[in-house]
């Protein structure tokens, strides 16, 4: 069964600093990793997937992530925080054979002034 | 490109009615998703439709649970005799490959 933790339930950053979003999975064969972002109210919202090739994914609104393989990791990352990122983040993932995104629990992002 | 719509966007019923939501998905999307996200939680899996075939569906989906996509375009998920614990934000997706798009999702609330 495929699975997907997210240890931090919040994360705390200052305007303008880099940010971090931890993601580590579990699944059988080559995983496809997903990052939604959600906002009160409203459905996820596509930030950026890695399938194959370069580990180091870009994405919407300056978002990237890192996938690592022998550390079964793909954390989001942003260079300089904006607080209009205050949200709600998921990590997913996706087997090869199947079709189902299994979620972790969320991670919420609060960016201060 | 109008996005996954779904409707009603909030439904409040009494424990032991059926309720139905709507899905439209993407035009050209012939994948179609439905997910279950509790307060607090990610997004769990319901079922997938290709087309107008249902072809997965989660041990989550009891028999109360029922969803259709005929002619493989809009898709209905109905619950019947709801109980208090299906108080959930039903979410809806569509996709060619991937990624999933979701829609805003429908709030059931019971009461």
């Known amino acids: 069964a495929q699975s997907v933790a997210q240890p931090e339930d919040q994360v705390n950053v200052a305007e303008g600093n880099p940010l971090t979003v931890k993601c580590t999975y579990s699944v059988s064969g080559n995983p496809y990793l997903f990052w939604y972002v959600q906002y009160p109210n409203r459905g996820l919202q596509f930030l950026l997937k890695?399938?194959?090739?370069?580990?180091l994914v870009k994405g919407s609104y300056g978002f990237e992530a890192e996938f690592n393989k022998s550390q079964t990791s793909f954390h989001l990352k942003k260079p300089s925080a904006l607080v209009s990122d205050s949200a709600l983040y998921f990590c997913a993932v996706r087997d090869w054979a199947g079709n189902m995104l299994t979620f972790g629990g969320g991670t919420r992002l609060m960016v201060k002034p | 490109d109008t996005g996954v719509s779904q409707d009603p966007r909030h439904k409040i019923t009494k424990r032991g009615q059926n309720v139905t939501f709507r899905c439209d998905p993407i035009s050209e999307h012939n994948r179609l998703y439905w997910y279950r996200q509790t307060l607090g939680q990610g997004p769990e899996f319901l079922t997938y439709f290709q087309n107008e075939a249902q072809l997965e569906k989660s041990r989550l989906l009891s028999d109360r649970f029922s969803a259709e996509r005929p002619k493989g375009s809009f898709s209905t998920l109905e619950i019947q005799r709801t109980e208090q614990g299906d108080s959930a934000m039903y979410l809806c997706?569509?996709?060619?490959?991937?990624?999933?798009?979701f829609g805003d999702g429908t709030r059931l609330s019971i009461l």
């Open positions: 890695y399938i194959t090739g370069d580990n």
């Open positions: 997706a569509s996709g060619r490959e991937q990624p999933q798009h």
